[in-house]
Structures are given as C-alpha cells and as structure tokens.
C-alpha cells in the first residue's frame, strides 16, 4: 500500500478516482432531493450503447469519442423518459425502467457484436461494464479533473435555483425561474458526471457514487450547503480509500472497492448520524423515558402529599 506514494501510475488513479467522488457526490445530491435516484442508473446503462457506436464509427479506443457518445446516448435516454412520462399515464419510475432495459439491451447487443467483428477481439469495451480504474491515463486525469471542475462550478453558481427547483418547483416557477430548463441542465450535469465515472466504476455500480455520498450526507445535516460538501468528500473519501485498499491488494479492483468503502460510510452514517442516527435516536429515546420516568415520580409524590395534607397528616 507505500506504493501509493511512490508510483505515479497509482497516483493519477488515486486523483481520478477522487475527482470522481468529488464530483459525482455534489451532483449526486440534487438528484437525490429530487427522488431521482434511479436517474443515475438508468444514464448508466444508457450510455453502453453510445460507447459502442462511437467506437464502431471511429475504431478508436478514445475517451473523449467515448464520452461523447455516452452524452449523446444519455441525452437521447433523458428526452425518452421525458416523452413516455408526458404523452402516456406511465410514472417516472417506471418509464426510467423502461429506458434502462432497452438501451441496455440494444449496448450489449452492439458489444457482442464488436467481440465478434475482425476488430474487437482487442477493444476491451467490456471493461466498461464493471469499470477499470487502472487503465486510466494520465491524459483520463486531466479529462476528468476538467469535467469534475465543471460540474462543480456549475452546481456552485446554480446552487439557488437547484435548490428551489429541488423543494419548491412551483415557487420556482412563480418567481420567473425556467423550471423546464434548470430540470434538463441538470439532468445533463447527471450525464456528464455518470459518463465520467463509468470508465472507473463501469455501467453497474456507477449509480452507487451518484447516490450514496448524498444519502450519507443527509444523515449528519438539515443544511442543504453542507450536505452538499460533506457528499462530495465522501464521494471524494471512498475514491481514495478504494484506490488504496485496491493497491495493496492482489486481483481487486479498485471501482468496486470504492463503492464498498462508500457503503461502509453509509453504514456509519446510519448508526452515528448526530440527528437522524440509530444510536442518536437510541439516546433520545432513553433520555425522553427517563424524563418521563422523573416526572412521573414528582407527580406522583405531589399527590401524595397533597393527599395527606388533606387529611391533616405530615410527611
């Protein structure tokens, strides 16, 4: 695990892996005020099929080409749970289901067929499924680090208006604010931050970064700022802890390895959240049934002694 802070190869991974939960963790909290938690799983699978179309037009094993096909499927997905959602009685959830099983389904489809053309014994594309951390290239850092700056200072100048659109839309919308477009922005922010986050993580865990930071988050404050700063660096924490256990550790791989270690802070979260833990609850119970317990007993010994006043007998 000293090889950490030696070889630069596990250090550019160990920076893109944080960059990831940095970024995935401030986005990942608006959609998880919106209820939109299942979003990030289905922009996921979505976007297997626009990697392998980019791949199939370009033959080149390309990031960026990558990304751009992945937005563009994405996108594509986001406008169809739009279209199900307003011209059918099919709710959200439902209709983002349905994207996700067939985008899915039409990816894998491509994939076989990429394993099985003359030039995809090679591409490696399958990799994409469960992520590879460490395969990122220093040219993937600096991608990333570009991205996630992006997606930060966007969150950052639009926190006001996510933030209405997120517990008020209708206030929002009575104050001028175009709710259709902050929805679509950020729905587009979610792309981008799950795209980002697939090469590292893969198309099935990568939802597991965009939401459990936030989840964690919420569990330590009422604050909507500090939820989203405390997401991040856990989303950020859980990066750096997978990278680590990962390189000290033979036939592990560090995407899956992060997202373990973000479960685990969500565990703990639940159990030590100052307001909403297990434990926090466990004490106020208690305290309330001492309190009780206390007042009770004075109540009782009030009546009493009332009692025996009346009587004409000292106590």
Known sequence: MLNLFTDPNLQWILLGSMLLGLSTGVVGTFAYLRKQSLIGD?????????????????EVKSVGLFMIGAIVAGMIATAGISW??????????AAMGIVLSVFFGIGIVLLTQIQHSSYGNQSGLDKFLFGQAASMTAQDVYTMTSVAVVLIVVCAVLFKEFKLISFDPGYARGLGFSVTTLEQLLLWLVTIAVVVGIQAVGVVLV???LITPAVSARYWTDRLGVMTALSGLFGALSGAIGTW??????????GPLSVLTATAVFVGSVLFGPRRGVIAKLVRRRSAKREWATESAKQAGTGVSSSAKERGVSV
């Open 42 to 58: 289905t922009l996921a699978h979505a976007a297997l099929p626009g990697i392998c179309i980019a791949f199939m037009l370009t």
């Open 245 to 254: 256990v990962s390189a000290g550790t033979e036939q592990l791989p560090t």
């Open 207 to 209: 939802a597991a970064l």
């Open 84 to 93: 199900i959602t307003r011209f059918s009685r099919i709710k959200p959830d």
